[in-house]
């Protein structure tokens, strides 16, 4: 199962330290205090124990917890950003966690899917777009953003139509996923969506143009029109296209830090898509947007 540069998480030195201090603060008490999940050991010689990371089966107990959705919900995230987050029965586990009960588990698991999921969970990703919570439907469009299939066409265009999605960042996350999808039936939407009442959909739309075209004529919708209809091939000039990741500078503490990096992941091509052509002259367009 393909692993989308999962960066693991970590814990700043600074932040440690002062955890440290704080838990020292408790004269040694022995009780287990929730750190990291984590338990002092008085017959140890240190207070890292306290941050001891937790172990692959107490991530896998978490995420099945019955009684406990934010321990599901926690367990999953933990899983998915491991190295093996993505080996066949983890996927299957958060395939199983988009339909909990709890809205956040179901985020938390779509989210995971979107790091290691394949064509095979397009149909819950989708039905997770157009039935789910605002944040679920938003993480679905996110997911759709790194995984491909034709079959993901139809409902990340509908769910671009302001009248059957009022959340506009949902509309928006769509607008980036279709970038991916070089049919007339798409650039079509994607200029309808310039007159989407929100910029930050606008703004999206324009820049899967222009990943799709190699044209860009801003937010001019009677213009885009003109050149699609005299156009003999829209995709001629066409950039691969590369979903969107997080990405941010270094904090000050961490500048000090010379080992610690933030954990940015780098750009991709989704999972399922074709493979480039090498024939390809132009390079993917460069998108800074935050994930």
């Not at 933990?78 to 985020?107: N, Q």
């Not at 039905?127 to 066409?153: C, F, M, P, V, Y």
């Not at 994607?190 to 910029?199: E, F, K, N, T």
């Amino acid at each position: 199962m393909p692993v989308r540069n999962v960066q693991p998480v970590r814990t700043p030195l600074l932040a440690t330290l002062w955890l440290g201090a704080v838990a020292l603060s408790f004269g040694g008490c022995s009780d287990d205090l929730g750190l990291a999940g984590g338990k002092f050991d008085s017959s140890t010689n240190s207070i890292m124990t306290l941050f001891a990371p937790p172990t692959p089966v107490e991530a896998v107990q978490w995420a099945t917890d019955p009684y406990d959705a934010g321990k599901r919900q926690y367990g999953i995230l933990l899983l998915a950003g491991a190295p093996w987050g993505g080996e066949a029965p983890y996927v299957k586990m958060y395939a199983i966690a988009a339909h909990d009960e709890d809205s956040a588990v179901r985020t938390a698991a779509i989210r995971a899917l979107s790091l290691h999921g394949s064509a095979e969970n397009i149909p819950l990703l989708t039905e997770a777009l157009t039935t789910g919570d605002k944040l679920t439907r938003r993480e679905a469009a996110r997911a759709l953003q790194r995984i491909h299939s034709d079959d993901a066409i139809g409902p990340l265009l509908a769910s671009l139509d302001p009248s059957r999605e009022d959340e506009y960042e949902v509309r928006r996350e769509c607008a980036v996923a279709l970038g991916q999808y070089p049919t007339r039936r798409v650039t079509l939407s994607l200029i309808s969506a310039l007159s989407d009442r929100r910029l930050g959909v606008n703004e999206a739309a324009r820049r899967s143009l222009r990943t799709l075209t190699g044209q860009d004529f801003a937010y001019e919708i009677d213009d885009w029109v003109a050149w699609a209809e005299e156009s003999d091939d829209l995709f001629a000039a066409g950039t691969p296209y590369e979903y969107p990741v997080f990405s941010r500078d270094q904090t000050w503490y961490e500048a000090l830090m010379f080992w610690y990096q933030p954990p940015n992941e780098i750009p991709g091509r989704p999972v399922g898509a074709p493979p480039v052509q090498l024939s390809d002259r132009n390079t993917p367009e460069t998108n800074d947007d935050t994930n």
